[in-house]
């Protein structure tokens, strides 16, 4: 077995990691001034993305090392209750083709996630997992399924009040209050079937070049909590710093992996207006 093919194992497994963490969603001209285009209750974030640290050389030999994202979030429209969240990357120019998804539903106040899924196919190797919540009868669905099987299974959720959250709830949350994250903040992170206890901080300000132009943004930390189960990766975002608050880069980091996302494009009709407190942000914390 060649030393490329020993690695690919682990490489998708980290590629699935950083894919799986980034996460739920600047500034002047045609990279971040929306676009109409498709519903008023729909935003869409481009990136571009690339995978970074020691691994891209091994990695590149069985699964695609840069690319294109797509991030989608649908919010309630009238007589409707849950907000959608997807992120979709692919590598065009690679000719195997493929993709990586991850997606979340959560309630409309994107305090807990109701359902999470994450899914890749690359070259022979596929894989989907999908979580219900089913918090009136304190129980997780599962349903996984690669080539060679389907496997079902009924978990018992915690006896606890706080709802399970995926990163791509935790980070739609963020987003409403990234201006009021004034100090390091605990809550768990519910990542590939396990919980894990994380602290959310705040990160550096930053500016970045968009189409020529400087583009001020507040950045966030998620990072492994001390104690407890270890949470093996870590996350950084830089937010727009105005009212929409669009995720500019997106920064995700495991031991043998980093992701990195750069925003393209905004195609809206009209966007979601960034809200929040720090009452409500405590309250999201301590799971209420």
Request: aromatic share 8%; hydrophobic share 35%; proline share 6%.
């Amino acid at each position: 077995m060649t030393k490329a093919a020993a690695e690919a194992p682990r490489a998708r497994r980290a590629l699935g990691f950083v894919l799986a963490a980034v996460l739920a969603g600047a500034g002047p001209a045609s990279a971040s001034e929306p676009r109409c285009k498709g519903s008023e209750n729909v935003e869409e974030f481009r990136y571009s993305w690339r995978l970074r640290g020691g691994i891209r050389l091994v990695a590149g030999l069985v699964i695609p090392t840069s690319g294109v994202g797509n991030l989608r979030n649908t919010y309630p429209a009238a007589g409707e209750h849950l907000i959608h969240s997807e992120l979709r990357i692919t590598a065009p120019g690679r000719k195997q083709g493929g993709f990586y998804a991850y997606e979340s539903e959560m309630d409309a106040a994107g305090t807990r996630t109701l359902m999470t899924h994450h899914a890749y196919e690359w070259g022979k190797k596929s894989r989907s997992e999908r979580t219900l919540f089913d918090y009136e009868k304190g129980l997780a669905r599962i349903r996984k399924e690669t080539p060679e099987e389907v496997w079902n299974r009924v978990k018992k959720l915690p006896d606890r009040e706080e709802p399970f959250r995926d990163i791509l709830t935790a980070i739609h949350h963020l987003r409403q209050n990234v201006h009021v994250i004034d100090k390091p903040l605990q809550t768990i992170i519910y990542s590939d079937g396990k919980e894990y206890p994380v602290v959310i901080r705040p990160g550096v300000r930053r500016t970045f070049m968009i189409s020529g132009q400087g583009v001020p943004t507040r950045g966030l930390e998620i990072v492994d909590a001390p104690g407890g189960k270890k949470w093996p990766g870590g996350v950084k975002v830089w937010f727009s710093d105005d009212g929409r608050r669009i995720p500019v880069r997106i920064e995700i980091r495991q031991s043998i992996a980093s992701l990195q996302l750069d925003l393209q494009s905004v195609e809206a009709c009209r966007m979601h207006a960034a809200g929040g407190d720090a009452a409500g942000l405590q309250r999201f914390a301590a799971g209420r």
